[in-house]
C-alpha cells in the first residue's frame, strides 16, 4: 500500500494493524449499535458518559457505540485455557475534548480476555509502548498497579471514604490535599508520609522498585519487578516508568494500569491496564487486559506533522479557459504533486507553493 496516500490517522491505523496481528491478534469488527442499556449499566467505564441514544422500530432503545470493550466482553464468551485475542479499529460517537459536541472519532486498541498471566500483561504493555512509536518517537508510557496502591492505602485506613479521597489525591499528585484528608482521618503523620510517597516516587523503574523496597513489604513489589525484568528487553525500555497517579476506577480496573503520552498533547492518548473486575461485572469469569488509543487527543499532532494539505495552490479566475486550467492541474498531478484549482486562497490551506495563472506564481 502506498503511505503517501494515507492521512496521518489512516497511516497509524494501517502500521498498527501489522503490528498486532505479527501477534496473533485477529480483527474484530462491530456494528454502530449496541443496546443502551449495556452503557448506563457502566457509564462510569466510558471516557464520557454522554451517548447518543435512540428508540429502534420495536421500541428497544439502542445507543450510537461510545465504547468498544463493553460490546467485545458482551459477545465473547469464557473457554477454559483459551484466550481471545482482538484488535480493533472502529470509530466511535461520543462529546468531542475539543469541541464539546457529539463527534464521529477514531479509535483503536486490543484486547486479551481469557485465562491470561504476566506474559499478556506484558505482551500488551508492549504492544502499548509499540503503539505509541506508530504515532511518534517522542513518547512515554507510564505504569502503575492498583494493587499496590490499594495495599498501602488501606494498610493505614480501610475506611471507605478514606480509600477514595486518597486515591483522588494520588490520581491529581495532591501531597498537600492528601495530608488534609489524612489529618481528618486521624492518620499518623508518617503513614501519611508512607501514602505520599506514591506520589513522590515515580520515574525510572528500577530507582522506584528501590525506593519501595524501603519503604514497604508487599508481593506486589515482586510483581512490579517481574514485569520490569521483562520490560528491560523491550526497545522502548528507557521510555516505559513507573507512575502511581495512573489510576483508574477500582470498580472496573485491578492490577497493572497504564497510561501513554506523547509530545506536544497534553493528555494521555493510550489508556489501559486489567480490568478483572469489569469482567465480573457482566458475569465473565476470565480475566483480561486491553487498551486503546484515542485519535481525538491526536488531531493537533496530526496536522502538526501533515505539514502541508497541498503541494501546489493552483489560483485562476473566469478568464482562464477551463480545457487549459484542467491540463495543467493533470500535467502536474502526472510529475506526482497534488493540485488544488481555487479562485481564492482558502483559509488554513497549507501548500508548499501557489501558481496563480493571472501572473506568476509565489512561495507560500
Not at 491496564?273 to 465480573?280: P, R, S, T
Amino acid at each position: 500500500m502506498d503511505e503517501t496516500l494515507l492521512n496521518f490517522a489512516e497511516k497509524c491505523t494501517f502500521r498498527l494493524r501489522s503490528l498486532y496481528q505479527k501477534f496473533g491478534y485477529q480483527p474484530y469488527k462491530m456494528g454502530k449499535f449496541e443496546e443502551y442499556e449495556l452503557y448506563v449499566r457502566n457509564k462510569d467505564f466510558l471516557v464520557s458518559d454522554r451517548v447518543i441514544a435512540f428508540s429502534d422500530t420495536n421500541g428497544k432503545m439502542m445507543a450510537l457505540k461510545p465504547d468498544v470493550t463493553l460490546s467485545i466482553i458482551k459477545n465473547g464468551e469464557d473457554v477454559p485455557g483459551v484466550k481471545q485475542k482482538v484488535y480493533y479499529s472502529e470509530n466511535v460517537y461520543r462529546v468531542s475534548e475539543s469541541t464539546h459536541h457529539f463527534k464521529e472519532i477514531m479509535q483503536n486498541g486490543l484486547e486479551c480476555i481469557g485465562d491470561i498471566d504476566v506474559y499478556d500483561i506484558y505482551e500488551a504493555i508492549s504492544l502499548a509502548a509499540g503503539s505509541l512509536s506508530v504515532v511518534t518517537n517522542d513518547f512515554c508510557l507510564e505504569i502503575s498497579n492498583l494493587d499496590l496502591v490499594k495495599q498501602v492505602v488501606t494498610a493505614v485506613c480501610d475506611d471507605v471514604a478514606f480509600v477514595q479521597q486518597v486515591i483522588a489525591c494520588i490520581a491529581e499528585k495532591n501531597c498537600h490535599d492528601l495530608k488534609k484528608v489524612c489529618l481528618s482521618f486521624g492518620v499518623s503523620d508518617a503513614d501519611a508520609e508512607k501514602i505520599a510517597s506514591l506520589i513522590t516516587t515515580y520515574g525510572e523503574r528500577n530507582g522506584v522498585l528501590q525506593a519501595l523496597r524501603e519503604k514497604f513489604s508487599c508481593p506486589q513489589i515482586d510483581a512490579l519487578a517481574a514485569l520490569s525484568a521483562l520490560l528491560d528487553n523491550s526497545p522502548y525500555a528507557e521510555k516505559i516508568k513507573f507512575d502511581f497517579s495512573v489510576v483508574n476506577d477500582m470498580n472496573y480496573y485491578n492490577g497493572f494500569v497504564f497510561k501513554g503520552f506523547v509530545d506536544g498533547v497534553p493528555r494521555g492518548v493510550l489508556a489501559g491496564g486489567q480490568y478483572d473486575n469489569l469482567m465480573k461485572k457482566m458475569n465473565r469469569t476470565s480475566g483480561a487486559v486491553g487498551f486503546a488509543i484515542y485519535f481525538d487527543r491526536l488531531e493537533d499532532l496530526s496536522r502538526e506533522n501533515a505539514k502541508t494539505d497541498v503541494d501546489l495552490l493552483l489560483l485562476y479566475d473566469e478568464n482562464v479557459d477551463v480545457a487549459t486550467l484542467a491540463r495543467k492541474v493533470n500535467a502536474l498531478i502526472a510529475l506526482g504533486m497534488s493540485v488544488s484549482a481555487q479562485k481564492a486562497v482558502p483559509e488554513n490551506l497549507r501548500c508548499k507553493e501557489t501558481l496563480d495563472l493571472r501572473g506568476e506564481g509565489t512561495k507560500c
